[in-house]
């Protein structure tokens, strides 16, 4: 019974550590060339219209979201439960969490080596700014279309 509460609270331990080190992704849109971010959503700095420069395929950050670590952390601890007894099982559990989490985000970051690809898409504003927007999908943009800005996206209109 005490083995089984020791287990626990490793796995209880491991986890509230692991999701202390998760995070939500992001995405930045970089500076490049002069060009200023859209603005934050709602703002009316994000909405306006004008002409796209420019358009290029850039590769997204490579971010893990913590499942890989969660899950290996998971592994690893029935794996070092398996070894030992007494305060030597408890210890073997805590490394095995451990190092399975630190595997685990390293397979998880391995497996999104590339990112995700993403589209920087350059526009002059009917107000003679450029903004730099950064999104997952060009649709059927190009050069010289005339494009609305909502959000941090480019729409055609």
Do not use: H, W
């Not at 995405?27 to 490049?32: D, E, I």
């Amino acid at each position: 019974m005490k083995t089984t509460r020791t287990f626990a609270a490793a796995v209880v331990a491991a986890g509230a550590l692991l999701s202390g080190c998760a995070s939500s992704p992001s995405y930045s849109n970089p500076n490049s060339g002069g060009y200023a971010n859209a603005g934050s959503y709602g703002s009316t700095a994000s909405m306006g219209y004008g002409t796209i420069e420019s358009i290029q395929v850039t590769q997204g950050e490579n971010r893990t979201s913590g499942a890989g670590a969660v899950v290996g952390g998971l592994v690893g601890a029935l794996a070092g439960n398996q070894v030992g007894s007494g305060s030597g099982r408890t210890a073997a559990t805590v490394a095995g969490g451990v190092a399975g989490a630190a595997i685990g985000n390293n397979v998880e970051r391995n497996r999104n080596a590339n990112g995700q690809e993403m589209y920087q898409i350059n526009v002059r504003m009917d107000n003679g700014e450029y903004r730099t927007v950064v999104q997952d999908s060009a649709y059927d943009l190009r050069p010289g279309n005339r494009v609305r800005l909502v959000d941090g996206r480019a729409y055609r209109y």
